[in-house]
């Protein structure tokens, strides 16, 4: 998705501005020029948005602080001009947590909204934004205190993996497990995403038409998961690994590691010494080494030594979990200390469709 801008960190947890965010700055400061306006004015503009973005943020810090009371760390929190993303490392599987997770976000609004409330004048509340402006304090805090009810309003519609969504299949985990309560929340979340989309391109809305794109491959991709740790849930490495498959020895070089890598289908190759694994050859890195005239080189000069491995009794659903987190997950199966088989995502994938067919058929 592209490169963002490291803000800091807030209780340990790096706040990151996507790059499109600077760009909608710019597209403001643009426009403003451009339709005559002066530079308080602009400037004016830019301030109200970048407060909407705090607003958006200490949403985020709701789920993230509130995440943390369940020892679930948030990697980041990355600020889009749609919104923000709060990455927690899980999402709580007990539906009470993970109500009160995705309840805290727009709580954060309410008590905004509240601190705003004395400082509003009720009677303009209502106005147009373009009339009323934000050019007077009034005005500017009028608006504001609209957008935070906006923000509440539209995050607890159920469209998950909206808040809303979030809430609704927390409430509903509590009454028929979590697989049959995600595929409700994820089938209502996918039916009014098509619905933002059809209101943004019919009212021109642009970022309506974004977050329903968002939320609908958002609440497919969860809906998927969580069948699929499902299906996984009573299995182990043992079940869906590779025992079948190609090594290198320490002695061999980048131009043999780089037959193995034509003559059959694996993509990483892992250097066995003594039946330890002590390396990943990775295809990338044959080929990169081939590029860069190492072809000669023995492959214990260029492999991957730093590697995550897994044991024969560990569980599919936490390899499976780890998987997706990583871009290329590629992990050597190890007993005790030697290498037995290698699973990666496209195993356990595999294990999925097969348990599937037969679960179905
Ligand atoms: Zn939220």
Redesign the pocket.
Known sequence: MGRSLVLGRIAGIKILVHWTFLLLLGWIVISGVSKGNDTPTIINTVVFVLSIFVCVLL??LG?SLTAKRYGVDTKKITLLPIGGVASLERIPEDPRQELWV?VA??AVNVVIALLLFPFIQTDQLFINEETAGIASTAGFLNSLFRINVALVVF?IIPAFP??GGRILRALLAMRMGRMRATQIAANLGQFLALGFVFFGLTSGNPILILIGIFVYFGARTENVMVQHLELLKDYTVQSAMITNFVTLSPADSVKDAADKLLSGSDQDLIVVDNGQAIGIMTRSLIINSLRENRAGEAVTEIMERNFDTVAISDRLTEVYANAQRKKNAFFPVVEGNRLIGVIDMNNIQEFVMIRSALSYG
């Open positions: 949403h985020e789920h995705a976000g727009p995050n909206m808040d």
